[in-house]
């Protein structure tokens, strides 16, 4: 008799947890950003809380938490409520790459990703001045001088870096990679003439219309800001990527709550008014759930690996 009670017990409890979990999200988000504001992830967190907002009628709190490249909120990660209320942004490559390195207190099989939404694409873009005119003069300047054309890029063992790495195999020339610690030091080094070029994402090409010229992008297809600039497939490479980000949950949260959350951010991700506004700002739009998530994990992780492996980074 005292056993059934306490399975009729249990199974009241899950009825309830479930129930709690019927009309979510029913009361306000935590969302944590880990990285400082003003930053891609920062900005499509700060949409994505006003739709939010004027869906569900709560709010989401963007919450910026910058520290190691993303790794101090990812390795705290799993300690927060498994509630479905406290969620985190997250980048890839940078939980598959970080942890590599060793400087990280964390492991890619820590974090629990539920939805990535989009992802920047990566752009190579030269000052305006410069002599450079397209993406063959750059492949041409490469070839004549090995090692001399240098390129900006944000960080190391970052998807700047790895696409510099994909760049110098596919293109067959061998080129330099100078890390910055961020976006304002890139710019003023790629305007100053420190470095020949910049391999960085479209947003920035797109900020920066004007002052810079793109030579190539890693999209499906050109950007109607840049009607000349062709697409690296257009240019007979295989390449569509650059960084992808996404929301994580700890590793506790329940199945069910993780889907919900899923589903949470594939509605916010349809809307209308800022879906325009990112797609006209250079973001590429995914929808990577749940349910897709091991296998979309398992392409991106093989491809990160394998230019870790040609920057000479991994054995």
Do not use: C
Request: aromatic share 8%; net charge neutral; charged share 20%.
């Amino acid at each position: 008799m005292k056993l059934a009670k306490l399975a009729g017990a249990g199974m009241t409890a899950l009825v309830m947890s479930l129930s709690a979990h019927a009309a979510y999200p029913d009361k306000q988000v935590q969302y944590i950003i880990p990285f400082t504001a003003g930053g891609e992830s920062d900005y499509v967190a700060r949409l994505q809380s006003e739709v939010f907002r004027s869906k569900y009628k709560q709010s989401m709190v963007v919450v910026n938490r910058p520290g190691a490249g993303g790794g101090l909120v990812w390795a705290q990660l799993n300690s927060l409520p498994a509630d479905g209320y406290t969620i985190a942004g997250v980048n890839l490559p940078h939980i598959v790459l970080q942890p590599l390195e060793g400087s990280v207190s964390y492991k890619t099989e820590d974090i629990t990703p539920v939805y990535f939404y989009h992802f920047t694409p990566d752009a190579i873009v030269v000052p305006a001045s410069s002599p450079i005119k397209s993406y063959e003069d750059l492949i041409k300047a490469a070839k004549e001088k090995p090692g001399m054309v240098s390129f900006a890029g944000s960080g190391s063992m970052s998807a700047n870096h790895m696409a510099h790495e994909r760049l110098d195999k596919l293109a067959g020339i061998k080129t330099t990679y100078v890390p910055f610690k961020g976006t304002g030091d890139l710019i003023a080094s790629v305007m100053g003439g420190h470095v020949n070029a910049a391999m960085t994402y479209l947003p920035m090409a797109v900020q920066q219309k004007g002052n810079m010229r793109l030579l190539a992008v890693a999209s499906e297809k050109r950007h109607p800001a840049f009607p000349d600039a062709p697409t690296f497939k257009e240019l007979g490479l295989n390449w569509v990527d650059g960084a992808y980000r996404g929301i994580a949950v700890p590793k506790g949260t329940p199945r069910e709550v993780q889907q919900q959350v899923s589903n949470m951010m594939g509605e916010l991700n349809r809307d209308p008014e800022s879906r325009k506004k990112l797609v006209d700002g250079g973001y590429d739009l995914v929808d990577v759930g749940l349910e897709e998530m091991p296998d979309f994990l398992a392409r991106r992780s093989k491809q990160y690996l394998e230019d870790a492996k040609n920057a000479g980074l991994l054995k």
